[in-house]
């Protein structure tokens, strides 16, 4: 199984200031395509994931453009270039370049 | 508007079965891979299932394989997770999910499944 690892686990940031998330998979996510199949999700408090980037570095449809995702093989990251309060909750990272599927642990970003 | 409505959660006891629901609407459901996902109490989030646009492939986490099964109905633009021989590890909210480029970019709003004596 590919693990995922994120890091931090825990992120306090003031609003206004860029925050970064790493993901680092243990297998390169790299598809014959070209594309990395690697997603990043964000869970608010109380509610369903949100898809935020797929392949790597596309936003999802409606995700504001303050986010952006980068990386191949087995580095990721996913960054916000100055955070709102409502961007709090978990971050989550996913591979599905093979099953099982597999996720990250979770980056919980706070509010300074 | 795409939807995802789920149903068919609730409490049961260990050893016992549920069948879960999803109710999709708002996209030709035929034409999309779906998963089922999962949250137990507090922790993070876990792959389940997942099922081809015929239903002819599918997929499961190990810890489910031959227990649970998952499985469409088309016609009715309906997903289905069918739940067996359920343990307390198995307590958790359930989600389906529809797949774009390896990603899930709609969830329903998830089904809490307590298995308890």
């Known amino acids: 199984d590919i693990v995922m690892t994120q890091s931090p686990l825990s992120l306090p940031v003031t609003p206004g200031e860029p925050a970064s998330f790493s993901c680092r998979s243990s297998q390169s996510l790299l598809r014959r395509d070209g594309y990395n199949s690697l997603a990043w999700y964000l869970q608010k408090p109380g509610q369903s994931p949100q898809l935020l980037v797929y392949?790597?570095?596309n936003r999802a449809s409606g995700v504001p453009d303050r986010f952006s995702g980068s990386g191949s093989g087995t580095d990721f990251t996913l960054k916000i270039s100055r955070v709102e309060a409502e961007d709090v909750g978990v971050y989550y990272c996913m591979q599905a370049v093979q099953t099982p599927i597999t996720f990250g642990q979770g980056t919980r970003l706070e509010i300074k | 508007e795409v939807q995802l409505v789920e149903s068919g959660g609730g409490l049961v006891q260990p050893g016992g079965s549920l069948r879960l629901s999803c109710a999709a609407s708002?996209?030709?459901?035929?034409?999309?891979?779906m998963r089922w996902f999962r949250q137990a109490p507090g922790k993070g989030l876990e792959w389940v299932a997942s099922?081809?646009?015929?239903?002819?492939?599918?997929y499961y986490v190990d810890s489910v394989r031959g227990r649970f099964t998952i499985s469409r109905e088309n016609a009715k633009n309906s997903l289905f997770l069918q739940m067996n021989s359920l343990r307390a590890e198995d307590t958790a909210v359930y989600y389906c999910?529809?797949?774009?480029?390896?990603?899930?970019?709609?969830w329903g709003q998830g089904l809490l499944v307590t298995v308890s004596s």
């Open positions: 708002g996209f030709t459901f035929s034409r999309y891979w």
């Open positions: 999910a529809r797949t774009l480029q390896g990603g899930s970019d709609y």
């Open positions: 392949l790597g570095s």
């Open positions: 099922i081809s646009q015929d239903g002819s492939e599918k």
